[in-house]
């Protein structure tokens, strides 16, 4: 593996043996628990699913605190071979049949490329190594490293060369099937091989793969050469993975649309779906692992009722029997006349709660501490709202926290910088790494801002240990 050129320097030696000295103990911390594992433990999610070079999978499943990389040979296997990682990866994605994870440190960045035989030492050799400091706009394809700095977006090649300043400026994505894109503010760009082109106009949220990715106004669009065309509406109850066709699962239904919007059939597989490909589902039920075959059925037509012959007339018509006289009809007793009082609104639509106190200043949703997600979800009834994270991951409970996004806006909780809904010592600490960083007017410093010029300063964080010391939140 050739490394990046490194000038050293006095200042860079420290950084340089700190920063592989990190790198090392988080890769060794677990020691042999990182190699491969008989079985998985119950209650893991699913954040990845890569479709194998020989017709199987690769996934990557973990709980907050540990991670796994599997693979599933062909769908029949009983259950996947495992290997647990040492830790978490900040950012993982798919890449010619191989899981991609990438390791973000204060001053460096590692990239692992995992194959199917779930090689750990292999990948941790032939690891690229990337010296950057990195903020947390960053994105991995091709081998490249893009990283967002206060001027431009450095893109860093994966033979060591020195990096390349790309004339935009933006937050950056990463697809799940290895595409990087920067949005400007305006503009949406892809970015390959070091080189940005702009690709549409459209504010994306989350990338689903396959060129499709879902917007800020929740509108499913698939970039074409003729730009972002709309695909259609999401339910926020499935999620999507855009491969060859849009798929779609919640629950234990996987269904699948077409890039007109069409909807191509649906199945529902035993078990909760956890995440597709184009040919599989990965499926959860009685705490393990399957990998299922897709079954599009096409959703019948029903047919319409036979019509009834009529039947033949007589060939004598019978002779008319004489009408009744008609009599008069009774008054209907008072019990059954209907009622003239104003109907009452039917129970099963319940009126709303009371919104909790929120400023809207543009695009920014400025909300209380400790309001939850239930109560923020007031303020757009009755038409429903997905939450999205800072990583760009709907949100369905919790507290609404700083960097969060709803439609067109996204979240400030004032004190909340690491965008946890709480406000404690550990905002201190995200702040000053704003500052180190020269973060200063992004949400998290907005959290911060203190005296009113939205801009985050020394100044800031001063008054802001003055009022935790006061226990003013």
Known sequence: ?????????????????????????????????????????????????????????????????????????????????????????????????????????????????????????????????????????????????????????AAYPPDGSDPLSLSIQGRLFTAPDGEAFAWTGDVLYRLSG????????????????????????????????????????????????????????????????????????SYQAEGEVSAVTDGFALVQSDGGYRLVLHDFQPEPTPEPPPEEEPSPSPSVSPAPSPEPSPCPSPEPSPSLLPSLAPSSPPTDSPSPSPTPPVEVRGSWLYVSPGTSLEELRQLFWPDPVVFYSMAGRPVSEGLAGTGMTARKYTLIVPGDADGNGRVDQQDMLAGLDLLLRKELDGPQALALDQDGDEVLSLKDLLLFAQQLAGDAF
């Open 1 to 153: 593996m050739k490394l990046p050129r490194v000038r050293p320097s006095s200042v860079w030696l420290p950084v340089l043996f700190l920063g592989l000295l990190a790198f090392w103990v988080s890769l060794s911390s677990h020691g042999d628990g990182a190699r491969a594992t008989a079985g998985l433990p119950g209650g893991l999610h699913t954040s990845l699913l890569v479709p194998g070079p020989e017709g199987g999978a690769l996934f990557l499943c973990g709980d907050g605190e540990s991670a796994w990389a599997c693979r599933f040979d062909s769908p029949d296997q009983s259950e996947p071979a495992s290997a647990q990682l040492a830790s978490p990866p900040s950012l993982a994605y798919g890449e010619d049949g191989n899981l991609c994870l990438f390791y973000a440190y204060s001053d460096f960045g590692t990239l692992l490329t995992v194959g199917p035989d779930l090689d750990l030492n292999a990948a941790e050799t032939d690891a690229a190594i990337f010296f950057a400091d990195l903020p947390a706009s960053y994105a991995c394809a091709g081998g490249w490293l893009y990283a967002e700095t206060s001027e431009n977006i």
């Open 194 to 265: 070091g080189e940005a082109v702009a690709a549409a106009r459209e504010e994306p949220r989350l990338f689903l793969g396959g060129g499709a990715f879902l917007s800020a106004d929740g509108t499913i669009f698939r970039l074409t050469e003729a730009g972002a065309q709309p695909v259609l509406e999401a339910d926020p109850a499935l999620t999507y993975w855009g491969g060859s066709a849009l798929l779609a699962f919640g629950g234990s239904q996987a269904a699948a649309y077409g890039w007109d919007g069409a909807p191509i059939g």
